[in-house]
């Protein structure tokens, strides 16, 4: 049963690029939450997505951020004109339900996002 | 609002001696807790979740984390160090009420000596 996926592991852009950034859920989940860790600051909730909506997005910056969840393929993390202080590791996470403590969320390895 | 606070940003002990983590956690209601390990550029493995149905939870590798209301506190434990443990451990807090978001400690970074 495969993980959590995420790519690319690595990726490096220039200021004013765009960042795109991939999860596949494990099979069977249709929950997907994004959380971002910045150096010296933890990890953080960005957006959390079912199929084709949107349900939490309060951890988003207002501008230059989107996500999304469509019926078919991969959740995608977008940053628009990224910026130096984009760099970090964001995270996806997926679950089977919502917030149920037995059926916790699992862990993609990371895409970490480097900005010259 | 729920949170957690981890008491140690860093623990060291030596290989084969006791770990003890420590968590605290602010909940209007009965919370959700979980505790991960996140070992260097990987992402973040569970170790256990307390689900209300024993306040002593077992968990993998030998951890195991006691919930004490009384005390609001969720502190993680294992008998005897092992080298592999050496990584970051992060308590977490679901939060239920909100579509289970998962509020995050600032981790505590655990080094094992020879």
């Known amino acids: 049963n495969a993980g959590v996926m995420q790519n690319p592991r690595h990726l490096v852009r220039r200021r004013g690029q765009e960042a795109r950034l991939r999860c596949s859920p494990m099979?069977?989940?249709?929950?997907v939450y994004w959380y971002r860790q910045l150096p010296e600051e933890g990890l953080k909730f960005m957006v959390y997505?079912?199929?084709?909506?949107?349900?939490?997005e309060s951890g988003m910056p207002k501008e230059r951020f989107s996500a999304e969840f469509p019926k078919e393929g991969p959740s995608i993390l977008r940053i628009q004109q990224v910026v130096r202080g984009d760099s970090a590791a964001y995270f996806c996470?997926?679950?089977?339900?919502?917030?149920?403590?037995?059926?916790?969320?699992?862990f993609g390895d990371g895409t970490r996002l480097s900005i010259l | 609002a729920q949170s957690v606070t981890q008491l140690d940003s860093h623990v060291s002990v030596s290989e084969g001696t006791p770990v003890l983590l420590r968590c605290n956690y602010s909940?209007?209601?009965?919370?959700?807790l979980f505790w991960y390990v996140q070992h260097p550029n990987k992402g973040l493995q569970l170790l256990l979740k307390?689900?209300?149905?024993?306040?002593l939870v077992k968990g993998i590798n030998g951890f195991e984390a006691e919930f004490k209301k009384s005390e609001t506190s969720f502190h993680l434990t294992k008998p005897s160090a092992h080298m592999s443990d050496a990584a970051e451990y992060f308590c977490?807090?679901?939060?239920?009420?909100?579509?289970?978001?998962?509020?995050f400690g600032q981790g505590t970074e655990l080094s094992v000596k020879p």
């Open positions: 997505l079912q199929k084709e909506n949107i349900i939490d």
């Open positions: 099979k069977g989940h249709s929950h």
């Open positions: 909940s209007s209601y009965s919370p959700s």
């Open positions: 996470a997926s679950s089977p339900s919502q917030g149920r403590p037995n059926q916790p969320q699992h």
């Open positions: 307390y689900t209300s149905a024993a306040t």
């Open positions: 977490v807090v679901s939060d239920t009420n909100q579509g289970g978001k998962l509020i």
